[in-house]
């Protein structure tokens, strides 16, 4: 099994939570995963964009037109990080927006739900998942978030993931 | 599966300082190197290893209390990013010269690309300009596993030896299998030898001449000869050589090209110094030699000039990240194959900016507005970032925003008048390089506003604490050294301390300092612009105001453009600012920033 996904967005969102749960899902499954992220000035919200790779790799990086998947946090940086993925890529959006993409209104699903704008980033992740588009499965991931999370965000982040999930199973987002 | 981690490749090294049974490690804060301490306190406090692990006051200080220890015969650790190599530069070169009885590892990280640093420099040449052995990580596992070879081989030649991670495998994830503890008990012994560790010249040459003794018999050592990963011989003639993580991509992208196997590669653990038998069988055996690695020509100088081709041959960029892009060119035009489409580049995306709610910001916009004019020296940390608010004119390095400012009051003072010059510093980066550039500046009478930013944490690298607050990186009490005592007895006698979020307080008493600089008793005006960081357990617990834009908008956007804070966005519809409440921290602080005295805030939850 081998997977490149990259994971895009501005500083402050979680890219980096999101990038290492992809990580512990792989670990679980028992396949060897390298991972990389952005720290330091430009996680001051700047634009930052993180990397996983599953299956036999040796760099961390994901080149130019590689990636299966793109998680996107942030509708603006397809014109940034869009290029990516490869022709037959998969881009998972978080917006309100039609496009030519898998789209999904994290942010507002969440805020809908009562939860802080930062679990977004699993509205997405659960989506994703729900979607089929991932080399793990939902139940893996819950499972990660689950044993991962500090406890007193265990509830609300496994609520934004399931909400992911069931707008993938709704057909829509 | 138990005893398997998602480790980074700094919590990698960290936890393997502990196994390996280092017992003091010590640090100074900086991207990408930030996380190795942290890990070294987490691994001591989950396998109950007895180490002490600091956050000194700066890598000079760092390097030579785990140099002490070192020189007790016991294991020893310091972690640091390439710049601060360079503040450790001085006992780094003379730790080569006399040695160390104890293992002794120094860790420094680089930042190609860069990422996070004013330069993009390899410490692999501070290494063979101080003749020290370093090693160069592939990825997260190997840098674990040098950091064992590392001291053991420091211990069996009595000398420091370098590990030489990079971005991205400090900030890398893997797999990784944890070790047991390995317990040393070596109780500290320091033999006394003045010839030694007070070598005076006399004694200097002899210890010259040992050093490179020592490092001629490792460079035959076996265990450095570089990994072989044989072609299938339908290019007997070249050869690849790569080092760190430049190799790891080089063998992903020999297989994006469809070439894996086909080119003899060969990846060097030790850059420096090169394993010699290898040399000569490498130079003897291909015509032509390609050198991929991180970030200066190390390897390519050694092998010497001519069939081999790298960064100072122009064939590889001589600057900048070797990311996979970037080498499947060059691979592509040494084999002779088609080269990848050219990445486009990336444009757009949003610029790092101050958080909402940072104290910082508003102190930032009311030096700006009070002095207009004004000449603005800065310094590293979160607070670069007040560059987007036009009150940050340079960064140069550690500590340089108080030198300078008193540079440019000599300057203009050579004229006769001189314009406001108003240094901006954060806590953390004036107790690391501050302190004798401010006791310079004072005693050579410059005159000059110098405002500490003080949010009472290291934010940009991940909340390390300053040496003003009283707990250790361990999480032990420690003995607190304030900043406003420290301050008068560097000879400041113009002293305030403000609430950072009083922008009319804040504005009074830099008018106040500027008054006092140009007094006949004038000189430097210090200004404590106090804060704590949002992102801080107490920053989070801090009152939330309502805020909100009202009908008296005028639409002239100077909140926008002069508080850039992305807690206030434009209204296209209306034509008029307002309050975007996913980001808003509910600080309040741009009440005072509206000319029409149209933002408001009440007390909220």
């Known amino acids: 099994m081998r997977q490149q996904i990259i994971v895009s967005g501005v500083g402050g969102q979680g890219a980096v939570t999101l990038t290492r749960w992809l990580g512990e899902a792989a670990m679980a499954l028992g396949v060897p995963v390298l991972t ?12 930052v964009i993180s990397m996983v790779k599953v299956g036999g790799y040796h760099g961390p990086l994901v080149p130019w037109g590689a990636a ?13 990080h869009g290029g990516y993925l490869k022709a037959a890529g998969v881009a998972v959006v978080n917006t309100p927006n039609p496009g030519p993409y898998l789209g999904i209104d994290a942010l507002g699903i969440a805020l809908g739900l009562g939860l802080k704008p930062v679990t977004a980033n699993l509205v997405l992740l659960g989506y994703a998942a729900g979607q089929g588009v991932l080399f793990c499965g939902a139940e893996v991931l819950g499972e990660v978030i689950r044993t991962h999370t500090p406890a007193r965000f265990v509830e609300d982040s496994l609520k934004a993931f399931g909400a992911g999930m069931a707008a993938a199973r709704e057909g829509g987002g | 599966m138990g005893s398997e981690r998602l480790l980074l490749g700094n919590e990698a090294i960290g936890r393997a300082l502990v196994e390996g049974g280092v017992t003091l490690a010590a640090s100074y804060p900086g991207t990408p190197a930030s996380e190795i301490l942290a890990a070294v306190v987490a691994a001591a406090q989950e396998t109950g290893a007895k180490v002490h692990a600091e956050w000194s006051l700066n890598e000079k200080v760092a390097f030579e209390t785990a140099l002490a220890n070192a020189m007790c015969g016991r294991r020893s650790a310091v972690a640091m990013k390439q710049v601060g190599l360079n503040v450790a530069a001085d006992p780094f070169f003379r730790a080569a010269y006399l040695g160390v009885t104890g293992g002794f590892l120094v860790v420094a990280a680089d930042d190609p690309g860069p990422h996070s640093s004013q330069t993009e420099q390899d410490s692999r040449l501070l290494a063979l300009a101080a003749q020290v052995p370093v090693l160069d990580p592939f990825d997260p596992r190997e840098a674990r596993e040098m950091v064992h070879v590392g001291l053991l081989l420091s211990e069996r030649y009595e000398l420091p030896v370098m590990l030489r991670p990079t971005t991205r495998v400090c900030h890398a994830r893997q797999n990784l299998p944890l070790g047991e503890v390995v317990s040393w008990e070596r109780p500290a012994r320091f033999v006394k030898d003045p010839g030694r560790w007070a070598a005076t010249p006399v004694f200097v040459r002899d210890l010259h001449r040992r050093l490179n003794d020592k490092l001629a018999a490792i460079a035959r050592e076996a265990e450095w000869t570089p990994d072989f990963l044989p ?21 992903d992208m020999l297989t994006e090209l469809k070439a894996a196997g086909q080119v003899d590669f060969y990846r060097v653990k030790m850059p420096f110094p ?9 130079l003897g055996t291909y015509g032509e030699i390609l050198v991929l690695e991180e970030t200066a020509p190390v390897i390519e100088l050694q092998l010497g000039l001519g069939r081999v081709k790298g960064r100072a041959t122009g064939t590889v960029p001589g600057q900048g990240e070797l990311t996979p892009e970037v080498l499947g060119r060059v691979l592509a035009g040494f084999l002779g194959l088609t080269a990848p489409e050219a990445p486009a580049p990336a444009a757009g995306g949003v610029r790092p900016s101050l958080c909402p709610g940072c104290g910082h ?27 987007n608010l036009q009150a940050v004119d340079t960064c140069h390095c550690m500590g340089a925003g108080i030198s300078q400012a008193a ?22 980066t004036f107790y690391h390089a501050g302190i004798p550039a401010l006791i310079n500046a004072v005693f050579h009478r410059a005159r000059f506003i110098l405002v500490i930013l003080d949010n009472q944490t290291t934010a940009m690298t991940g909340h390390q604490p300053t040496p003003a607050l009283g707990i250790t990186a361990q999480g032990l009490p420690a003995t607190p050294v304030p900043l406003p005592e420290l301050l008068r007895a560097c000879g400041v006698t113009f002293l305030r301390e403000v609430e950072a979020y009083n922008l009319p307080e804040v504005k009074d008493i830099l008018l106040e300092a500027d008054r006092f600089c140009r007094s006949p008793e004038g000189g430097v005006a210090v200004i404590i612009a106090r804060h704590p960081c949002l992102l801080t357990p107490e920053g989070r617990r801090q009152p939330r105001y309502r805020v909100r834009v009202t009908e008296e908008c005028i639409g002239c956007g100077h909140c926008l453009e002069a508080f850039e804070c992305r807690g206030l966005k434009w209204e296209e519809a209306e034509g008029r600012a307002a309050i975007d409440p996913v980001t808003c921290a509910g600080c309040g602080v741009c009440v005072h920033v509206c000319p029409a005295g149209a933002i408001e805030s009440e007390s909220g939850d």
């Open chain 2, 274 to 282: 090169l394993h010699q038998p290898w040399v000569e069988q490498v």
């Open chain 1, 36 to 47: 990389s992220e952005t720290h330091g000035m430009a996680q001051r919200g700047g634009t």
């Open chain 2, 361 to 387: 910001r508003g102190v930032f916009y009311a030096i700006r507005e009070t002095f207009p004019e004004g000449i603005f020296p800065s310094d590293i940390g979160c607070y670069t970032l007040g560059i």
């Open chain 1, 68 to 80: 299966d998947v793109g998680l996107f946090l942030r509708e603006d940086n397809l014109a940034v």
């Open chain 2, 407 to 428: 540079g440019f009051y000599h300057a203009y003072a050579a004229g006769g008048d001189f314009p406001p010059i108003v240094a901006t510093i954060g806590d953390s």
């Open chain 2, 231 to 251: 072609g299938d011989g339908r290019r007997p003639e070249k050869c690849i050589v790569a080092s760190g993580v430049a190799a790891a991509h080089a063998l």
